[in-house]
């Protein structure tokens, strides 16, 4: 199993380009989540997607989109990328069940740097 | 102001020395997670607590619910043990369960042979 995969591992845009950023898993979770991680804070959640069909804002969804595809897939689009974009993007998945308390794997990162 | 906070930023030891990490938070959770990011980046997930205390290997994690505290020990510390460590938790939301964590800013952990 390869767990958590995302594509690209390094990515250079230049302002108001726009790029998705690729999540797959294969632990067929139910949740999965997007967050960036800048130096000297934690990491910060983006949008996530509870199951299958939905989505919602996490802390810092302005200027990102996201689309759960399916179970499996679940991508996040900066439709006109802003220097302040600049980060590492994790993506990570856990398996939701009700009442449970959840671990959550993440995948190895996407550099993303906007010039 | 952040929900959960870590202490200390930045921790320097020797090798074989016993290293603790603290984290603090203002919220009602329902379980508390240590995570390791390793200088290539990656992030895993060391424990997960409610109540108690967990071992592995030489790592020890507790955590005391009233006080709102958990703390992270390092036994016969190693190189390869640096790395940062993260204190994150879930959330209690009235009448939710989702699995959102929120994070520490993390302890930058050194060990130098």
């Known amino acids: 199993n390869a767990g958590v995969t995302q594509t690209p591992k390094f990515q250079v845009l230049k302002t108001g380009q726009s790029m998705t950023l690729q999540c797959a898993q294969d632990?067929?979770?139910?949740?999965m989540y997007w967050y960036r991680q800048d130096p000297g804070m934690g990491l910060r959640l983006i949008y996530y997607?509870?199951?299958?069909?939905?989505?919602d804002k996490g802390e810092v969804p302005n200027g990102y989109n996201v689309s759960r595809l399916n179970k499996r897939e679940f991508s996040l689009r900066l439709e006109s990328a802003a220097p302040s974009q600049t980060s590492v993007y994790f993506c990570?998945?856990?398996?939701?069940?009700?009442?449970?308390?959840?671990?959550?794997?993440f995948g190895p990162g996407t550099r993303l740097l906007v010039l | 102001k952040n929900e959960v906070e870590q202490s200390p930023q930045n921790l320097t030891a020797q090798e074989g020395e016993f290293i603790t990490i603290n984290c603090s938070y203002s919220?009602?959770?329902?379980?508390l997670h240590w995570l390791q990011q390793h200088p290539g980046g990656g992030i895993v997930s060391l424990f997960m607590?409610?109540?108690g205390k967990k071992k592995h290997g030489r790592l020890i994690a507790t955590i005391n619910i009233q006080e709102k505290h958990s703390s992270l020990h390092i036994t016969a510390s190693h190189p390869r043990d640096s790395a940062v460590y993260i204190c994150?938790?879930?959330?209690?939301?009235?009448?939710?369960?989702?699995?959102?964590?929120?994070f520490g800013r993390g302890t930058q952990l050194t060990v130098w042979p």
């Open positions: 607590l409610s109540s």
């Open positions: 919220v009602g959770i329902s379980a």
């Open positions: 994150a938790v879930n959330v209690s939301h009235r009448g939710s369960t989702l699995g959102r964590l929120y």
């Open positions: 632990m067929n979770h139910n949740s």
């Open positions: 997607s509870a199951s299958e069909g939905t989505t």
């Open positions: 990570a998945s856990s398996e939701f069940r009700r009442g449970a308390r959840e671990t959550q794997y």
